[in-house]
């Protein structure tokens, strides 16, 4: 299963709303999660099951969709929040496939 | 707190092999799934090797099939990846993850590997 994350690049202020996607080649029902990635760092769980937080994120983190079309949503963003996102799928779970990422930086 | 560190890494050549180990704490280790995870330099993130709780099922991605082997010993809280037939595609940083339910809820810091004469 090919996931496929856009934009590639998210130029965006502190405070302002981020949404990205993640669009995959055939249904993964809602078996998709998020991570986050900061240079030099191991990703993060940020949401899994679609729409669930993992332990610990803040609440300005959310995810939705089903299906082939999945949404992250970062309300109002955070200096901390600049990272590479990647989606990750386990619909196949012995094949589990990650996004190529998305980058948001900052404006 | 959960904690996985690897080690292992370094510079192979080609054809040559390495044998990655992660040490697990603060957990049940024995009681949960666990996957390897690899970064190439600048790329994204790839799904390279999965092993059951009890270590008696495995599995490996295409692209390492034949030539990577997973294992753990519950006794000693270790997984390990025995890399053989190592190829200049193969570096990358090396990430132990646990696999809870096919999701990666901790990783450890990452270990790279370098395939290069």
């Known amino acids: 299963i090919v996931l496929t994350q856009s934009p590639a690049t998210l130029s965006l202020s502190p405070g302002e709303r981020a949404t990205l996607s993640c669009r995959a080649s055939q249904s993964v029902g809602n078996f998709l999660a998020w991570y986050q990635q900061k240079p030099g760092q191991a990703p993060r769980l940020l949401i899994y099951d679609a729409s669930n937080r993992a332990a610990g994120i803040p609440a300005r983190f959310s995810g939705s969709g089903s299906g082939t079309d999945f949404t992250l949503t970062i309300s109002s963003l955070e200096p901390e929040d600049f990272a590479v996102y990647y989606c990750q799928q386990r619909s196949d779970w012995l094949r589990k496939t990650f996004g190529q990422g998305t980058k948001v930086e900052i404006k | 707190e959960v904690l996985l560190v690897e080690s292992g890494g370094g510079l192979v050549q080609p054809g040559g092999s390495l044998r990655l180990s992660c040490a697990a704490s603060?957990?049940?280790?024995?009681?949960?799934?666990m996957s390897w995870v690899r970064q190439a330099p600048g790329k994204g993130l790839e799904w390279v090797s999965y092993?059951?709780?009890?270590?008696?099922?495995?599995y490996n991605a295409d692209s390492v099939k034949g030539r990577f082997t997973i294992s753990r010993d519950n006794a000693k809280n270790s997984l390990y990846l025995e890399m053989n037939s190592l190829r200049a595609e193969d570096t990358a940083v090396y990430y132990c993850?646990?696999?809870?339910?096919?999701?990666?809820?901790?990783w450890g810091q990452g270990i790279l590997v370098t395939v290069s004469s």
């Open positions: 993850a646990r696999d809870r339910l096919a999701y990666f809820d901790h």
């Open positions: 092993i059951s709780d009890s270590g008696t099922f495995t």
């Open positions: 603060g957990f049940t280790f024995s009681s949960y799934e």
